[in-house]
């Protein structure tokens, strides 16, 4: 199989490209905020409009909150939820999730492809560096992926989610080696995905 094969032009479908992963998120951004108090979530409100949503940094989150994020960093187009290990397993719990449209959930939405960085003097004193994750990325439009992709969208608002716990807890390899075996995970999906794609051509 030769590379082309690989990354199939334009994998997302024509009838997909009228999908907004923003405006699909946006029900999922209202709700989290609506139930911020239960989730332990901290919200906060700033003068240029954004609104900044704490998920386990400065206040202690929760599981339920970190599902509900899981479905807006996939563009409101998949469903994540908690299941139960078998008796033995290493880990006693799983995340299961699934998606009518991964190409769009994952590459255009969940993927945390785009650097996000500021100078010291942008940032006030301290250099910082993140990954943005999230359909905002679709309406950003800055990483060669979308060109691959062809998909753009045109929602008046989006949401990122900004990859920021490793560094603030003082995990960077842990959150190093976290985001490298994501990455895996996404070429192998997309590998997968153009595997599926090449012999539903063949048939």
């Known amino acids: 199989m030769n590379q082309a094969a690989l990354f199939p032009p334009n994998p997302v479908s024509p009838d997909s490209m009228c999908l907004s992963v923003n405006d ?80 769009l959930a994952c590459l255009a939405s969940q993927y945390a492809g785009w650097s996000l960085a500021a100078s010291k003097e942008e940032a006030g004193g301290k250099k910082f560096f993140s990954l943005g994750s999230g359909p905002a990325r679709a309406l950003a439009g800055r990483e060669p992926l979308f060109d691959e992709l062809g998909y753009r969208d045109r929602a008046e608002r989006g949401a990122v989610l900004v990859l920021l716990f490793a560094v603030t807890q003082g995990a960077f390899l842990i959150g190093a080696a976290s985001a490298l075996v994501m990455s895996l995970g996404t070429a192998i999906t997309v590998s997968v995905l153009a595997i599926l794609t090449e012999a539903r051509e063949e048939e």
């Open 24 to 103: 699909l998120a946006a029900p999922l951004v209202a709700d989290l905020l609506a139930r911020a108090a239960e989730l332990r979530l901290g919200v906060e409100r700033l003068d240029n409009g954004v609104t900044v949503i704490d998920g386990g940094i400065g206040v202690p989150g929760s599981i339920a909150a970190g599902l509900a994020i899981g479905e807006i960093c996939m563009g409101g187009l998949g469903r994540v939820r908690l299941t139960t290990a078998d008796p033995g397993a290493a880990w006693p719990t799983w995340l299961e999730v699934a998606s009518a449209q991964p190409v």
